[in-house]
């Protein structure tokens, strides 16, 4: 199928690289008006037909302009993350401060801003909006060794989930969290260089995310926006308030 998305804005943060990258790109190809932003503005060059700012998803006051700006929307995904890593032993105040604001409060920030102008498209136009949170198989589905505060944000990210699906319910407003194993992407290419490093080289630690994974692989971005395509679609307009797992078989 195409133009599954024909028709609607759609807001996407962290869409410079990895699965924010995915999720814009593929959106644009499904006939979405795609906003796509970064803290980064350079990592969103090639990013053809999308309307381009960059966005610092920690700052109230920017988030709130920027949703001036954009406007109305149907769609509005939320990317932005940082995987911490270290037990609660490696978890400093500031650690837990700056996880908790990027990971958590940045989607407070961008719903309380976006979605006033939802709710009004929704009702004037007789259709459903769509969030969609980035959470992870590292939260309240699964205990993963050295994410002590990234699970922990990443279980409050499902709880902020089902809280806004739960309040919007009845305004055609949905709610969702996708929730990825280990993604092949630049940030998680990053964690295998700094983790090489203790371990004896790059391969080494490639081979122990690999071997934690049941299909023997780690997955790939298109495939996490693959899922992100049907959330944000009228497919989806019976789904609300859900945690998926989109993960090879980790969490089971």
Same mark, same amino acid.
């Given at each position: 199928?195409?133009g599954?998305?024909?028709g609607k804005h759609?807001?996407?943060?962290?869409?410079g690289q990895?699965?924010?990258?995915?999720i814009a790109a593929s959106f644009?190809? #499904?006939g *979405?008006?795609v %906003?796509?932003s /970064? *803290?980064?503005y350079?990592?969103?060059e090639g990013l053809r037909?999308a309307?381009k700012?960059r966005l610092?998803?920690?700052?109230?006051k920017d988030?709130e302009? +920027?949703a001036?700006?954009?406007?109305?929307?149907d769609?509005?995904?939320?990317?932005?993350g940082?995987v911490?890593?270290g037990?609660?032993? /490696?978890?400093? #105040?500031q650690?837990w401060? %700056?996880?908790f604001?990027?990971?958590? &409060?940045?989607m407070h920030?961008?719903?309380? *801003? %976006?979605l006033p102008g939802?709710?009004?498209r929704a009702?004037r136009q007789?259709?459903?909006?769509s969030?969609?949170?980035?959470?992870s198989?590292a939260?309240s589905?699964?205990?993963?060794p050295n994410?002590?505060v +990234?699970g922990?944000?990443?279980?409050a990210?499902i709880?902020?989930?089902?809280s806004?699906?739960i309040?919007?319910? /009845?305004k055609n407003?949905?709610?969702?969290?996708?929730?990825?194993?280990?993604?092949h992407s630049?940030?998680?290419?990053?964690?295998?260089e #700094?983790m090489g490093r203790?371990?004896?080289? &790059?391969?080494?630690?490639?081979?122990?995310?690999v071997?934690r994974?049941?299909?023997?692989r780690?997955g790939?971005?298109? #495939?996490?926006?693959a899922?992100?395509? +049907?959330?944000?679609? /009228?497919?989806? *307009?019976?789904?609300t308030g859900?945690a998926?797992?989109i993960?090879?078989?980790?969490t089971?």
């Amino acid at each position: 199928m195409a133009g599954r998305l024909e028709g609607k804005h759609a807001v996407v943060t962290a869409a410079g690289q990895g699965i924010g990258r995915a999720i814009a790109a593929s959106f644009i190809d #499904e006939g *979405a008006m795609v %906003f796509a932003s /970064d *803290a980064d503005y350079g990592k969103l060059e090639g990013l053809r037909q999308a309307k381009k700012a960059r966005l610092d998803v920690l700052s109230s006051k920017d988030v709130e302009a +920027y949703a001036g700006q954009v406007g109305e929307i149907d769609i509005l995904v939320n990317v932005a993350g940082f995987v911490h890593h270290g037990t609660v032993l /490696d978890c400093s #105040e500031q650690d837990w401060d %700056f996880s908790f604001d990027l990971n958590v &409060k940045s989607m407070h920030r961008t719903i309380r *801003a %976006f979605l006033p102008g939802m709710l009004a498209r929704a009702q004037r136009q007789g259709t459903s909006g769509s969030i969609i949170n980035l959470s992870s198989g590292a939260s309240s589905l699964k205990g993963a060794p050295n994410r002590y505060v +990234y699970g922990a944000t990443k279980a409050a990210v499902i709880g902020l989930t089902k809280s806004v699906a739960i309040d919007f319910i /009845d305004k055609n407003i949905r709610c969702n969290a996708i929730c990825p194993g280990t993604v092949h992407s630049p940030s998680w290419e990053a964690r295998v260089e #700094e983790m090489g490093r203790s371990m004896g080289g &790059k391969e080494k630690a490639m081979e122990m995310f690999v071997a934690r994974q049941p299909m023997g692989r780690v997955g790939r971005p298109a #495939e996490i926006a693959a899922l992100a395509i +049907y959330l944000a679609s /009228d497919e989806s *307009a019976f789904t609300t308030g859900t945690a998926i797992p989109i993960d090879g078989g980790w969490t089971l």
